[in-house]
Structures are given as structure tokens and as C-alpha cells.
């Protein structure tokens, strides 16, 4: 492994981790789920770029829930007693919104878009 490659993986565990809010907030805007099929449906939702275990996305519920950005509700389940099903509050909701307003779209502006296809096509060397 080169150091590039040491480095790219730091940033993208950084990176990773600080983006969890934001797939566990849009998983959770697309369905009520469970806490246990969380991981699963997360990795599903990022096409396999974001994996966390159980424990991190209970710490993150818990937390979100104590904020008022989710409630939970029983709801059946086909293999023992019913299970927490958690939803986004309207509160969740509009955070997950302006937080994709401000650091996800920015990545559609045009002077944005165009630095990063630079990058892409060119290595970011400007052939200097």
C-alpha cells in the first residue's frame, strides 16, 4: 500500500463517519425502519460506500431521537416480539433538507462541477 493510498483511506474513514448522519437521516426519510436492518439498507442506500456496524447506528437513533429528529413506533415482527421502527420528525426531515441544500448540491454548481471534472480529467495538473 502506498502512502497515497495510507491517506486516501484516513480521509475516506473521516469522511465516512461524519456521513452518517446524513444516510441514516435519508434512509430514514425514504422508510421507517429498525435499528438491526439499518446497516443493510445503509450500504444498500450508498451503493456499498458507507458501512456501520449495529452499535453505531443505536448510538446515532438514540441521539437523534433525544433531538427530536426521530420518533419511534412498535411494529410487528415475523420472529419474536414487535420490534422500535424509527421515522424522521418534521424536524429531521427539514434538517436532512438544508443540510443537502448546503453540502451536497454545492457539488452541482457550476464553478464546483467544473473544478471536479478538471480534476478527473486532468489529475487536477493544470500543465504547469
Known amino acids: 500500500m502506498t502512502e497515497l493510498d495510507r491517506l486516501l483511506e484516513n480521509w475516506e474513514s473521516v469522511y465516512k463517519k461524519g456521513l452518517l448522519t446524513f444516510w441514516l437521516l435519508l434512509l430514514l426519510d425514504e422508510k421507517p425502519c429498525y435499528p438491526y436492518e439499518m446497516s443493510a439498507e445503509v450500504m444498500r442506500l450508498s451503493e456499498g460506500t458507507i458501512s456501520a456496524d449495529d ?39 427539514e434538517l436532512l433538507r438544508r443540510f443537502i441544500e448546503r453540502n451536497i448540491l454545492i457539488f452541482q ?20
Not at 420472529?79 to 426531515?93: A, E, I, V
Open 55 to 93: 452499535n453505531s447506528n443505536y448510538r446515532a437513533i438514540n441521539r437523534f431521537e433525544d433531538m427530536g429528529l426521530v420518533v419511534s413506533q412498535s411494529g410487528e415482527s415475523k420472529l419474536g416480539p414487535p420490534r422500535k421502527y424509527y421515522r424522521l420528525t418534521d424536524d429531521g426531515r
Open 109 to 128: 454548481h457550476p464553478a464546483v462541477a467544473e473544478h471536479i471534472q478538471h480534476v478527473l480529467q486532468n489529475g487536477g495538473n493544470d500543465g504547469q
